[in-house]
């Protein structure tokens, strides 16, 4: 089903951040966006992943137009991970029911295997307040683990590497590739290098939404 934007408008206050934008994706294509910080790029996936409400214009993600039920389709990876002062398997199931199975096929695909089986507890092992005895790369593995055991067709990345040096960057973008395989992927990023190969290129600039080769 896709995604469909027409004529979307968001703010904050007085300050319009988003300004009449129209976005039309097919089911399981893969879409970068770029823009400059501040520049509305985390605004406009919000709005898709159903974290906002859209009140000015027209939001459908897969069918749904309400934001209970677009947050059901979507998996969202943001640049900072959300990690939970829980053990790393809740981290993972946010208190779904996902088998044994599921959860060591997401650490798996996520590249985390090696290190939670080097820990004495496993995926018991607890994850301290903000994620304060985990690198970065982890935690943000931890979060792709999540967004693969959800199983959403549709994947929402925001700038998922940029917090981290090339190297682990350049790991972890090859360990999202199972997490974007056969969904719809709407990429935002301030780096053109980090969505080469996508299907369409588009630029957020001055709350208005263009196709790249047409600035």
């Known amino acids: ?88 398997r809740e981290n993972i199931t946010c208190g779904h029911p996902i088998s044994e199975e599921k959860v060591w096929e997401a650490v798996q695909a996520a590249q985390l295997e090696e290190w939670v089986r080097s820990l004495p507890e496993g995926l018991d092992s607890l994850v301290e307040e903000r994620g304060s005895n985990l690198s970065g790369g982890q935690a943000q593995r931890i979060a792709i683990a999540r967004a693969i055991a959800k199983d959403a067709p549709v994947v929402l990345l925001d700038e998922p590497t940029s917090a981290l040096d090339g190297e682990t960057a350049d790991a972890l973008l090859r360990a999202m590739e199972p997490l974007t395989k056969g969904k719809t992927v709407i990429h935002v990023t301030h780096r053109e290098e980090t969505i080469q190969g996508y299907d369409r290129i588009l630029v957020l600039r001055e709350g208005k939404l263009f196709e790249k080769e047409s600035l």
């Open 1 to 88: 089903m896709g995604i469909l934007l027409k004529e979307v408008s968001f703010g904050y206050g007085d300050k319009r951040i988003l300004d009449k934008v129209s976005l039309a994706v097919r089911e399981k294509e893969h879409i970068g966006i770029l823009g400059c910080s501040g520049g509305g790029k985390s605004t406009l996936l919000k709005l898709l992943s159903g974290l906002y409400t859209v009140k000015e214009g027209y939001c459908e993600v897969e069918g749904e137009t309400k934001p209970e039920g677009i947050r059901k389709q979507v998996a969202m990876v943001m640049q900072t991970p959300g990690v939970f002062p829980l053990s790393i």
